[in-house]
């Protein structure tokens, strides 16, 4: 495995994190027992790196998965709060949660400008304190938009960035892959660490999955891809991958046969929480219901999150 150091936070990270939104409830909604072993299967094979967040639950599971090697893990998470309180409920959540006295970063959640960024500066004036206090060690925005890479770059105090790319450009909100490539360019050579995200474009990129992975990994400004996995098959596929090993065919074919979609209950109500939530303008209402434009679903589980009746999910 490979590992490069984020920016100048001095935090070395494998090249491969793993995306801990896969196994929680908002996707597979593994057994806690079934998902903790599926990431300490990566972390005993050299990953060092896990991505979460406060919206996905999975808290449980990454304590349970580092429980020996607590220090040896770099853990980000994110969240959405806009208040110095609630920063603080919420790091304090994770720090419970994964039972450590500290997260390495914490960033705030899907931020889309400058305009967002200002105001959420309550809830990272909080996280500079929490830094000055060991709680935390590195600070910064994750984000689908290209405005707020652009944004990001320009501001010291944001040492971390982890923006969406892929080759194709699902997702990206606000441009196209190569108006992305540009920002997170300009981000790094303003020094900020930088890792991707959706480099299989939530699973619509799956055929094209070694295209895909070989696109982000020659990006040379990223130090680590964050990618969703949620078996063994699909941490050994990404483990030999990244690590540039012979994958089997057998391998190859398995994880290829692992199709997603988004599922949507019968008891939807059509309360339109999710439609609302959509960034990728996927969702719509008819017939008192959800209804899904799978070709530009980004398969992020946002939705499920939104909803009240947790009736929609990926699965």
């Known amino acids: 495995m490979d590992y490069r150091v984020l920016g100048e936070t001095g935090i ?25 072993t599926v990431i ?10 896990i991505d979460t967040a406060e919206l996905y639950q999975t808290y449980p599971y990454i304590r349970e998965a580092i429980r020996g090697r607590e220090n040896e893990v770099v853990i980000c998470s994110k969240c959405y709060a806009y208040t110095r309180e609630g920063m603080q409920e919420s790091l304090e959540a994770a720090r419970r949660g994964i ?4 997260i390495d970063i914490f960033m705030l959640h899907e931020q889309e400008s400058d305009l967002t960024i200002k105001g959420h500066w309550e809830a990272i004036e909080y996280l500079l304190e929490a830094k000055t206090r060991g709680l935390v060690r590195a600070v910064g925005i994750s984000t689908h938009h290209v405005a707020a890479v652009l944004a990001a770059a320009e ?3 944001l040492e971390v960035i982890h923006p969406i790319i892929n080759i194709a450009g699902v997702g990206i909100a606000d441009g196209s892959t190569e108006d992305m490539l540009s920002a997170i360019k300009k981000a790094r050579q ?6 991707g995200m959706k480099a299989l474009g939530g699973g619509n990129l799956l055929p094209r999955a070694q295209e895909a992975l070989e696109f982000v990994l020659g990006i040379p400004e990223l130090a680590a891809v964050a990618v969703g996995m949620q078996n063994f098959a699909e941490v050994d596929y990404n483990i030999r991958f990244f690590g540039q090993s012979e994958i089997p065919e057998e391998l190859k074919q398995k994880v290829a046969r692992q199709a997603r979609r988004l599922h949507i209950d019968d008891w939807c109500q059509g309360c339109g929480a999710c439609v609302a939530k959509c960034g990728a303008g996927a969702l719509y209402l008819e017939g008192g219901q959800v209804k899904v434009k799978p070709e530009l679903c980004r398969l992020c589980g946002y939705c499920g999150a939104a909803c009240p009746l947790f009736a929609i999910k990926v699965i």
């Open 12 to 36: 070395k990270v494998s090249r491969l994190c793993f995306g801990a939104l896969t196994i929680g409830p908002l996707q597979a909604n593994l057994p806690l027992h079934q998902g903790a």
């Open 40 to 49: 300490r299967r990566a972390l005993e094979q050299g990953v060092n790196f």
């Open 99 to 102: 039972d450590r006295d500290y």
């Open 155 to 157: 501001i010291p105090e």
């Open 190 to 195: 303003a020094g900020k660490g930088i890792y």
